[in-house]
Every structure is written in structure tokens, then in C-alpha cells.
């Protein structure tokens, strides 16, 4: 897979098509998904991280909202650190099964302190604000992009942008940053300006919610491929962040994914 990764704008960082969601391997409160589901040992995590590095996935996404998932992938991968395209967050706290919100800047260099010393890691790849949803204001209020760049001129951070929630957010964001983090599905295709404006100013953009958080939103004969056929049939779209902690899902969303890039590349 490595021959289909795509930049990050200009910052260096390139990254798999298919990136490894890590909400499940740190937090099973308040998420949406169809199922429940058991946290991962060490064990298993283990090897769900192999088998997702033998597939060509060298993107991980995490956030200190997700749980405990830094403070396992740090200990995870810290033989292999440099294997590994780390996507943290910043904004979102997960607290006694709830979540708050703090973009303020001096939070937001906490946060940052926080997930290097997590992660075991010195530098971080990508970092994203995490969005309550008050996208243009959260970035006009608070300067939070302005703070990222700022730790990426200190050599923190390599990449940064925003997980956003509405068109303006996102188009903001791609304006001042590197990357937004968009949902884009069958279902939800609202910021498809977002992803046109990545394609035509070499921005990056992760999707998120690529199967409706396991909602398939297809019922063909293959919904997953279904799905990523479409979820990269616009060329803006740099990688698709799927979690699941089931190696055969695992396998077939990779195959899928490769297949849909493979597709719309001809």
C-alpha cells in the first residue's frame, strides 16, 4: 500500500489510504455504535496493530478523548514508533462518561504536552482540533490553528488541522491548516465543498464515519465496497480512518479500500 499513500499538503507526512481508528481500543462509554463491544487486551491490541502494518496501514488515529487509547498505543508501538503516522487531537476531553470541551490555548499546549508524554513520542505527526461542532468559532475565538502552527514551527507537531462539522469550519480550517477530518459516506454527503476545496488547493482530508459507524450504508452485495467506492470516488480524499478491533472487518476494509483507489485511479 505504500506506493498509494498521498501527502499532507506540503509538510512532509504521507499517509496509507486506510487509517486504524483506536476509539475501541480505549473507551466503550458513550460511543455510537450498533453493537457493544469488549476493550482489547494488550494481546490483542498487539496484534491488531500488527496485522494492520503487514496490511500497509501506517496511519493511526487517537485522541485523549478516546479513553485510554493513547496511553496504550504508547506502550504498544514503542518499538516501532517511526512505522507509524500518529493523528492525535486536541479540544475534547472524555471525563466520568462524559465529554467536555476547552480550546483555550493554554489547554490546548497541555493537551499536546500531555499526548507526547502518552504516546512516548517526542514529535507528533498530525494533530487535529477536535470539533464540538462551533467550527468557525472555535477557530476564531480561540486562535486554536494558530497555536498548532506554532507548536509545528517548534517541531511538535508535523501536520495540523481539524476534525470539523460544518462546510465554513472545514473550508476554514483547510485554509489555515494542513488537514480536515470530514464525514463523507453514502449517507452524509453535506461537505462535499470541503473535500472540493482540498482537491483543487492540495490539502489533505481523513474521513470519518466512512461506514456510518458500522450503520453500513449499503445493502448490496458487498456494503463495504459499496461504501468505499464511493467515499473515494472524489479525489479529495486522502484516507478513510475505519476502527475495528476484528481482524477479519480488518482485512476485508482494507481490501475494499484498495480496491475503490485502484478503481478510481484507472
Known amino acids: 500500500m505504500e506506493h498509494l499513500r498521498k501527502p499532507v499538503a506540503d509538510t512532509g507526512v504521507t499517509i496509507s489510504p486506510v487509517g486504524f481508528g483506536t476509539v475501541k481500543l480505549g473507551r466503550d462509554q458513550q460511543v455510537k455504535y450498533p ?47 517511526a512505522s507509524w503516522v500518529i493523528c492525535t487531537k486536541v479540544g475534547e476531553e472524555f471525563e466520568n462518561g462524559e465529554s467536555r470541551f476547552d480550546f483555550t490555548p493554554e489547554h490546548l499546549r497541555f493537551s499536546i504536552e500531555r499526548s507526547l508524554k502518552r504516546l512516548g513520542t517526542d514529535y507528533l505527526d498530525m494533530v487535529l482540533v477536535h470539533s464540538s461542532g462551533d467550527d468557525v468559532d472555535i477557530i476564531r475565538r480561540y486562535g486554536c490553528l494558530d497555536v498548532l502552527a506554532e507548536l509545528k514551527r517548534e517541531g511538535l507537531v508535523r501536520a495540523s488541522g481539524m476534525s470539523t462539522k460544518t462546510v465554513e469550519g472545514g473550508i476554514l480550517a483547510l485554509e489555515q491548516s494542513d488537514c480536515a477530518m470530514v464525514t463523507w459516506n453514502l449517507n452524509e454527503q453535506g461537505e462535499r465543498a470541503v473535500l472540493d476545496y482540498a482537491r483543487d488547493h492540495g490539502k489533505a482530508i481523513l474521513v470519518k464515519k466512512a461506514l456510518a459507524s458500522g450503520h453500513l450504508c449499503s445493502d448490496g452485495d458487498d456494503p463495504v465496497q459499496t461504501c468505499m467506492d464511493f467515499v473515494f470516488s472524489h479525489a479529495g480524499v486522502s484516507a478513510a480512518v475505519l476502527g475495528t478491533i476484528n481482524p477479519d472487518h480488518l482485512r476485508h476494509n482494507v481490501h475494499a479500500v484498495l480496491q475503490a483507489v485502484e478503481k478510481h485511479a484507472a
Do not use: K
Open 35 to 81: 453493537e457493544a463491544f469488549r476493550i482489547p487486551d494488550d494481546r490483542e491490541a498487539a496484534s491488531l496493530l500488527a496485522q494492520a502494518r503487514e496490511l500497509g496501514i501506517n496511519l493511526l488515529d487517537t485522541a485523549p478523548a478516546y479513553g485510554s487509547s493513547e496511553e496504550r498505543l504508547g506502550h504498544l508501538i514503542a518499538d516501532d514508533r
